[in-house]
């Protein structure tokens, strides 16, 4: 076993263990937004009760737009142009960033679980005074109808940091990697005092973008290695010999 079928293998089975703890254990995500719920106060979860929990809600989304102009921005200058080699290194670190950004938190998080699951946030829940019934992770719900709880897309944007490490060694992207998470839960968390979202949501964002970070690296290397088997087949071109070790003459027209 190669170590990215490794990798594929400890991800999948990451996704199945956590999708087992809670179905078998849905209170779980119900005993981890209860400390923040507060029926007594307007907002009902004590986390918008604070100005910075409510500046980080605020302020995520905008980051992430910001950091996807800034890409597309640096994508319209050619690396050739650019003569430094670190400057040249954060360029593709960017990029990388931009492409977890795009396809992970736009394409697979927001437009797609988010708007298909159906999953109610804590808010709406009825254990929380909300009209739906609590739905666990793994079922398809009609309670919410888009921009839904499952997953989270706050934590999912603050994952996006790991894309500088994309292309580095190993060190280096389980370096990345673990910054990528720790803003991850930590962002995640922020919304579970919101009661934005249930703290499974916010387990399987860092799955899903962690699996959409390892289908990016493994599509760019295959393309890496297309592109230089490519160059070296335009650089080693056959060789025909002129015979018997004499110069080739060329072959006059007879009148």
């Known amino acids: 076993m190669s170590p990215r079928q490794a990798a594929w293998l400890g991800w999948l089975a990451a996704v199945l ?6 179905r ?18 307007p907002t009902g979860f004590i986390g918008n009760l604070y100005h910075g929990v409510l500046d980080l809600w605020r302020l995520v ?3 992430g737009r ?4 800034a890409g597309l921005l640096v994508l319209l200058v050619p690396a ?5 080699g670190a400057a040249r290194r954060w360029r593709g670190r960017l990029l990388a960033a931009v492409a977890l950004l795009m396809l992970g938190v736009c394409l697979v998080v927001n437009q797609g679980l988010k708007e298909h699951v159906g999953r109610p946030r804590p808010q709406q829940v009825k254990p929380f005074g909300g009209p739906s019934d609590y739905v666990p992770v793994g079922s398809l719900s009609r309670a919410c109808e ?30 990345w990697w673990a910054a990528g998470a720790l803003l991850c839960l930590l ?7 919101q009661g934005g979202h249930f703290a499974s949501d916010v387990v399987f964002s860092l799955l899903v973008m962690t699996g959409v970070a390892m289908a990016v690296r493994s599509a760019m290397v295959q393309w890496r290695g297309l592109r230089r088997r ?26």
């Open 187 to 193: 962002l995640g968390a922020a919304r579970v005092a």
């Open 24 to 41: 078998t254990w849905p209170v779980l995500d119900l005993a981890a937004s209860a400390p923040f719920y507060l029926p007594q106060i």
């Open 230 to 255: 490519l160059a070296l087949r335009q650089a080693v071109r056959p060789i025909v010999p002129s015979g018997f070790g004499l110069p080739a003459r060329p072959i006059m027209a007879r009148s």
């Open 66 to 69: 910001v950091l996807g102009v």
């Open 146 to 175: 888009r921009n839904c709880s499952f997953v989270s897309g706050h934590a999912a944007t603050g994952f996006v940091i790991a894309g500088f490490g994309l292309w580095g060694v190993r060190r280096v992207r389980r370096r």
């Open 61 to 63: 989304p905008q980051v």
């Open 80 to 84: 050739r142009r650019i003569p430094c």
């Open 17 to 22: 263990l956590c999708g087992l703890v809670f």
